[in-house]
């Protein structure tokens, strides 16, 4: 089986990951936070190294400024229902996953909230100039993908991070499709709030993700949950401390556990290094690709300004036939239909044929895996 799903979440885990989350599960057990045994004493270890090594990954200069979530979707909620209040004005785009707009939608129904889009060029890609022109004086928040789970669209977000620098907005930045796979610097002026899945390129356990808050910025964000923290606990009321003020009841341990190993992998094989494998593994796919005319594909010719992320469409095939075939034929995994992101399938016209062909590499591809792809693309664009 060739797995080429890792934008849904990463496959195989390096087998780090699941030993460690089969020793916790069979020799620990315990709740974080929760007892003094030596178990959990060691539980606790692990996880604040967890904070530690996602702290160093991101680029975040303090273990406290890293926040456990249950997925990217989880991140994303906590920073839209905990920050925007009715009357304030969002700058975001068609490109955004269902994760960022359902609930940006979901204010704007019920909150007085308002909303611009702005537009994404055929490869995916925003123009900052056009976020500035989107910024009025009411405008609470920026919230912006750092990449496209549809073309693999790397945005210039160091400038959209100057804009909201020079405009005092806030700037919420959507790293479900970066974390783990190019180095991030979260600690940079204008970046408040990083959400990140902790299952897909940090190569984490599903059930996993991270919010990152920049120092200062937890006063202005809401807690949307209130509970047990293993803290504090005389006070019936939420501690405003870091990270407890966000992470109310017990954590997902054997998660984190797994998360922790996948950082620890991710460190020392170095992100720069996966970085370059993706692009090289990523190049020989396009250029092979381009080279099946019944195929369109919808990506810039520079690999430095995409992650390991591909859409194609076919002219033979719908986009659920085709990779239906690469599945039963095969045995390669893809991902067909909208991706959860229907508006840059809006924008690139495939909305109505019922999306692209999503393929996505990851540490685990091989240029073998490539070539075999690219044969059975051609034996069924031969008909
Ligand atoms: C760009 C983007 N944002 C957010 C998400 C949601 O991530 P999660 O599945 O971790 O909630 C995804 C998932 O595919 C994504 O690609």
Do not use: W
């Not at 020793?23 to 996880?47: C, E, K, P």
């Not at 702005?118 to 990449?147: C, N, S, W």
């Not at 190569?203 to 949950?225: A, D, F, Q």
């Not at 250029?287 to 992320?309: C, M």
Request: aromatic share 4%.
């Amino acid at each position: 089986m060739i797995y080429l799903d890792n934008a849904a979440t990463s496959f195989p885990k390096p087998e780090c990951v699941y030993d460690a989350v089969d020793l916790y599960n069979r020799q620990n057990g315990r709740a974080v936070g929760r007892g003094t045994s030596d178990a959990g004493q060691q539980l606790q270890q692990i996880v604040n190294r967890c904070r530690f090594r996602a702290a160093q990954v991101l680029g975040a200069s303090a273990n406290e400024e890293i926040v456990f979530t249950l997925n990217c979707t989880d991140s994303l909620n906590m920073i839209i229902h905990g920050l925007l209040k009715p009357g304030d004005h969002v700058v975001t785009s068609v490109a955004e996953h269902n994760s960022v707009l359902r609930p940006l939608r979901h204010l704007e129904a019920n909150r007085n909230l308002t909303l611009t889009l702005i537009d994404v060029d055929d490869a995916g890609f925003i123009d900052a100039a056009d976020v500035e022109k989107a910024i009025r004086p009411e405008t609470k928040l920026l919230m912006l993908q750092h990449a496209s789970n549809v073309t693999g669209a790397i945005q210039p977000i160091e400038d959209v991070a100057a804009l909201a620098e020079k405009h005092s907005v806030l700037l919420a930045v959507d790293a479900a499709q970066t974390a783990g796979h190019i180095p991030l610097n979260v600690d940079q002026p204008g970046v408040d709030f990083v959400a990140c899945s902790g299952h897909k390129g940090l190569m984490g356990p599903l059930g996993t993700g991270l919010l990152y808050v920049s120092p200062g910025k937890e006063k202005e964000l809401l807690p949307t949950r209130q509970g047990g923290t293993g803290s504090k606990s005389e006070s019936d009321t939420q501690p405003e401390s870091m990270p407890d003020r966000f992470e109310a009841g017990n954590h997902n341990s054997p998660g984190i556990v797994g998360l922790d190993s996948a950082l620890g992998y991710l460190l020392d094989h170095g992100i720069d290094q996966l970085r370059q494998h993706e692009i090289a593994i990523t190049e020989r796919l396009c250029d092979q690709l381009r080279s099946i005319p019944s195929l369109t594909l919808y990506s810039s010719d520079d690999r430095k300004r995409h992650t390991g992320v591909v859409s194609l469409t076919s002219e033979l095939y719908t986009s659920d036939e085709l990779s239906l075939l690469l599945s039963q034929h095969f045995g390669i995994d893809t991902r067909s239909g909208l991706h959860c992101a229907p508006g840059i399938h809006r924008r690139l016209g495939t909305i109505e044929r019922q999306g692209t062909v999503r393929l996505s590499v990851g540490f685990q591809t091989t240029q073998d895996d490539i070539d075999a792809v690219i044969d059975a693309l051609q034996q069924v664009s031969a008909g």
